[in-house]
């Protein structure tokens, strides 16, 4: 299925150039955008990037009469026209560029700004990106939860208009904040505004970006950093705070469980017929495709609709392990693994994702 994800235009996953700056409080017609915020440019080749991974990303903004030419680069393509002029009345919250069936891998789409006679401005305010995903479930990660993990140089602090009412905080070049999580899918937010600074995210061994949570204006939280189709199993996600005096802060995380309860049996290459192995899975998986993989022995793939199931996998050889109860870690859940049958002799059996 399609998920969207709409980024604002604080958002420090949308990379601005130096060019760029959030509309005035006072005077900028504000109140016809997107919770009130955009953030624009009058300077040629003033650009905004964002790099993301899904099948699609529109890009929302204004149409107005001081608005002129842009051009948008996906990838490595050539970049295409655009046309940010309203002969009439200004248009808000329009569809300025929008791109669909994309690979679902690590895209790069570049907004670029190119004045023309007497219409230079170039605006954004907001961003949806469309990812595939195989379940709508999302599951809040709450700060002080045990799964965050920060260095020292990390504290409390009350602030309004946090969903945590207090966020952790750092001040220190270098302070480090890790998650570990099972899921597909991580979104942290975080807040952004003139006493924000720099900062580095970095998921497993994948490269590092360094994204920025400078605003002229303060913001309430917003996504800091997203990423998607992430593989079975345990990962880290690293927030490294890069500027001294600026703030980094955490307010939350979602995480988007597999939804295919992906479990692996593994054994040494001798067999025992007849015998079964089973588990319980207690989560809701209804509709969801559930993976028996196995390195020798029957694959099979089906689809359960109860909330609480049973799966099995009936090995097609003979396998030497006697009977036990092993824990093994799922993508989001611990279940038993045990023998069902006749138990063999000898265990030499391990279980993992």
């Known amino acids: 299925m399609l998920r969207n994800l709409t980024l604002d235009d604080y958002s420090p996953f949308i990379q601005y150039d130096s060019s760029w700056v959030d509309a005035n409080i006072t005077t900028d017609d504000r109140m016809n955008y997107q919770n009130s915020t955009f953030r624009h440019t009058n300077i040629y080749d003033a650009k905004a990037t964002i790099t993301f991974r899904g099948s699609g990303l529109y890009i ?9 030419l842009y051009q948008i680069a996906v990838n490595n393509e050539p970049p295409m026209a655009g046309n940010g002029y309203s002969s009439g009345s200004n248009i808000y919250q329009t569809l300025l560029f929008g791109r669909s069936n994309l690979r679902n891998q690590p895209n790069t789409v570049a907004l670029q700004n190119i004045p023309d006679s007497g219409r230079s401005w170039l605006d954004i305010d907001y961003v949806v990106i469309t990812y595939e995903t195989d379940t709508d479930t999302s599951e809040f990660v709450d700060i002080d939860s045990g799964k965050f993990t920060y260095s020292s140089e990390w504290d409390t602090e009350i602030m309004s208009g946090y969903r945590t009412s207090v966020p952790h905080v750092t001040r220190t070049a270098g302070a480090t904040a890790t998650l570990d999580f099972q899921g597909s899918e991580i979104t942290l937010y975080g807040r952004t505004g003139p006493n924000f600074g720099m900062f580095r ?13 400078t605003r002229e204006n303060s913001y309430p939280p917003t996504v800091l950093y997203t990423t998607n189709g992430l593989s079975a199993g345990k990962h880290t996600i690293t927030l490294t705070n890069l500027e001294a005096n600026k703030a980094l802060a955490v307010d939350y995380a979602t995480c988007i469980p597999h939804a295919g309860c992906l479990a692996y049996l593994y054994w040494d290459g001798t067999y025992v017929a007849g015998v079964s192995i089973a588990t319980k899975v207690y989560r809701p ?21 109860s909330a609480a199931i049973k799966f099995s996998l009936l090995l097609d050889s003979p396998s030497p392990a006697d009977a036990f109860h092993k824990r093994a870690q ?24």
Request: aromatic share 12%; with cysteine.
């Open 60 to 68: 929302y903004g204004a149409k107005r009469t001081d608005h002129g």
């Open 201 to 213: 995210v970095q998921v497993d061994n994948q490269e590092a970006l360094t994204l920025n949570a």
């Open 285 to 305: 998986c209804q509709g969801r495709k559930m993976y028996q993989s196995t390195t020798n022995g029957t694959i099979t793939t089906r689809t359960y609709r």
């Open 330 to 353: 799922e993508l989001c859940f611990r279940e038993t693994w045990y023998w069902r049958g006749t138990a063999p002799a000898t265990s030499k059996y391990s279980v993992g994702v």
